[in-house]
């Protein structure tokens, strides 16, 4: 079952807190496998699939309850429809990466895409094309995480029945759009 509520979690009290009933806004479509960050007191949703995977795009404000469909607003060429995906925010930038995930909107497919959506100007740019490095394989599922000015991706799922586990690990460096393979990394 998809869903499409928000509840916050106050560490403490240890108390839940339903959010489903913002006070304005567009409240984004019910989906499962969306990605989402949290930046400067604001939520932004990306993706998700309710039958078919979707490249919604929507923020809300916590402050005043106020959802806003981004898809409308933003520039620049945004990712496919897609879910399963990773998404990382850097809070010194203000700047949104979103990576890989997989599709059932023409056809079954995975990515290894990169994309970077500037929340200051509102504008995506595809990252597709490093500069050197090898790429990661297609996946969906894998874990991201962002330290300093470099993107660490691990691990994720391929296969049409979701059959191959990857347990590699790679870096993206953002300043020199290199990827670089740490396989290495992992035994030392």
């Known amino acids: 079952q998809k869903y499409n ?9 240890a108390t839940w807190t339903d959010l489903s009933v913002p006070s ?6 019910e ?19 309710n039958g078919a995977s979707s490249n919604q795009f929507h923020s809300y404000t916590i402050s005043t309850a106020t959802w806003a469909d981004l898809t ?7 990712p496919n429809p897609r879910n399963s995906l990773s998404v990382v925010v850097n809070q010194a930038t203000g700047k949104m990466y979103v990576f890989g995930g997989e599709t059932q909107f023409s056809g079954f497919q ?7 959506y500037d929340i200051t100007t509102g504008t995506w740019t595809d990252l597709s ?4 490095g090898p790429v990661p394989a297609t996946r969906s599922a894998n874990g991201l995480a962002l330290v300093d000015d470099c993107i660490y991706m691990f691990g994720g799922l391929s296969g049409l029945s979701y ?9 993206y460096n953002i300043s020199t759009a290199t990827w670089t393979s740490l396989a290495d990394e992992r035994t030392a």
């Open 31 to 49: 989906v499962q496998g969306n990605g989402m960050v949290a930046y400067n007191g604001v939520l932004y949703s990306f993706g998700g699939f």
């Open 72 to 78: 409308l607003t933003s520039s620049g060429t945004a």
């Open 5 to 13: 509520d928000l509840h916050s979690y106050d560490v403490a009290s």
């Open 163 to 171: 059959t191959t586990s990857h347990d590699d690990f790679f870096k």
């Open 24 to 29: 304005g806004g567009t409240v984004p479509t």
């Open 129 to 132: 094309t490093p500069s050197s």
């Open 110 to 116: 995975r990515y290894n895409d990169l994309h970077e």
